[in-house]
């Protein structure tokens, strides 16, 4: 039986979704030649070990801490189809064609999940919802016409409406439908399960220190030994080393609070 361990997000904070993390690390032939190493146990490293491994390949993952430990155990799971940059952002920097890729990547992003959720049948909360972006000041109505402006020139599906679910108020709002919201560790935890039980390595508490690039294949020097593959991926946050992107990252955190809400009202909306 899988023991149920404790993780405590930067070694105080605990996330609301940590009571569903389990370990899933196995014994490993460390001498065999993984096909794929793939560095990194959150969403993006596990999705990707489990495209490989379904395509043939032998793959390994290698996570640090826990799977989930890091940006996926702490996220507020929303899955929304718009970004931080926005769309006339995208625009102005990369032309019209690519914003609207940029636009058509998070739909994708979405039904994948989907997809993945009814093709091994887990359990983690999906649901549909619409979401609202709201105004509380002319400065941030100002931000939001741009938003709005910039999801009207790639086709995506932004309109305004007088009330919200919420009861916060504000200048101006506007609704986007077809998003959704999940439990991420669910999701990932039941990925992990089809990613073994179709021949995936897992090994948590493994922080890959080092790699050496030989001539067929990948050194990669980890705390639980030398490990060998003929290709890497690094599905970290920002892969290690010193590099150009190092310069272009800045060191910040953000925080999401939860509430039980007393008359257990909760809006059914994303917010």
């Given amino acids: 039986m899988s023991k149920r361990i404790i993780m405590y997000r930067d070694g105080a904070r605990k996330s609301i979704w940590q009571e569903e993390i389990r370990k899933f690390s196995a014994e490993t032939d460390f001498s065999q030649l993984f096909d794929v190493a793939i560095v990194g146990g959150g969403i993006t490293g ?51 064609e690519k914003a609207r890729l940029y636009a058509e990547s998070g739909g994708d992003a979405i039904e994948i999940i989907e997809d993945r959720i009814r093709q091994y049948n887990i359990s983690c909360d999906f649901a549909r919802k619409s979401a609202y972006l709201f ?68 090994q948590e508490n493994c922080l890959c220190e080092d790699h050496e690039e030989k001539e067929e294949y990948v050194t990669l020097k980890t705390s639980k ?30 925080y999401a609070m939860a509430f039980t809400l007393k008359n257990d009202r909760y809006p059914l909306a994303l917010g």
Avoid at 56 to 67: P, Q, S
Avoid at 227 to 244: D, E, M, S
């Fill in 46 to 96: 596990v999705s990707t070990a489990m495209k490989l491994q379904e395509s043939g390949k032998k793959c390994i993952i290698l996570e640090a801490a826990n799977i989930g430990f890091g940006t996926t155990g702490g996220t507020t799971a929303h899955l929304n189809d718009f970004f931080d940059t926005t769309f006339n952002e995208a625009i102005r920097d990369f032309g019209l």
């Fill in 225 to 254: 030994g030398e490990i060998k593959a003929a290709n890497v991926v690094y599905a970290t946050h920002i892969p290690p080393g010193v590099n150009v992107l190092h310069f272009t990252n800045a060191p910040y955190r953000s």
């Fill in 135 to 202: 105004a509380l000041d002319e400065k941030q109505q100002e931000q939001l016409k741009n938003i709005v402006e910039g999801a009207d020139k790639v086709g995506h599906e932004m309109s305004y409406v007088n009330e919200t679910p919420f009861p916060i108020p504000f200048k101006e709002a506007v609704v986007i439908p077809g998003q959704g919201h999940f439990h991420p560790i669910k999701y990932i935890k039941g990925l992990c399960e089809a990613f073994t039980k179709l021949g995936g390595s897992i």
